[in-house]
Nanobody
Framework: VQLQASGGGSVQAGDSLRLSCAAS????????MAWYRQPPGQQREFVAT?????????RYADSVKGRFTISKENAKNTVYLQMDNVKHEDTGVYFC?????????????WGQGTLVTVSS
């Protein structure tokens, strides 16, 4: 499975940004998709996740609740992250992650990352 993330860029605090990540390749189903980020000089951290199929249950890190929205398009195997009212501390490389089912096993894949820079 390959993940192609896009949508990163440089914005001002208070602006909005939308990230996209499309999954392609050979798999039977997607169990969940998620976004993580790695701020400069820090470890990768969880941002948001959405369950696969028709469920669509979401969960967010406390730091982004009320500002970020994760969504998906099942037909396109694509997950989005709508980032509103961004803050300087949202700066980092954003990675998409997918858990998928193939050949009787649940597997994980990571995208290459897209950089988000927020100027205060």
């Amino acid at each position: 499975v390959q993940l192609q993330a896009s949508g990163g860029g440089s914005v001002q605090a208070g602006d909005s940004l939308r990230l996209s990540c499309a999954a392609s390749g050979n798999f039977e189903s997607i169990n969940a998709m998620a976004w993580y980020r790695q701020p400069p000089g820090q470890q990768r951290e969880f941002v948001a996740t959405i369950s696969g199929g028709n469920d669509g249950t979401t969960r967010y890190a406390d730091s982004v609740k009320g500002r970020f929205t994760i969504s998906k398009e099942n037909a396109k195997n694509t997950v989005y992250l709508q980032m509103d009212n961004v803050k300087h501390e949202d700066t980092g490389v954003y990675f998409c992650n997918v858990f998928y089912y193939k050949d009787g096993l649940t597997r994980a894949a990571w995208g290459q990352g897209t950089l988000v820079t927020v100027s205060s």
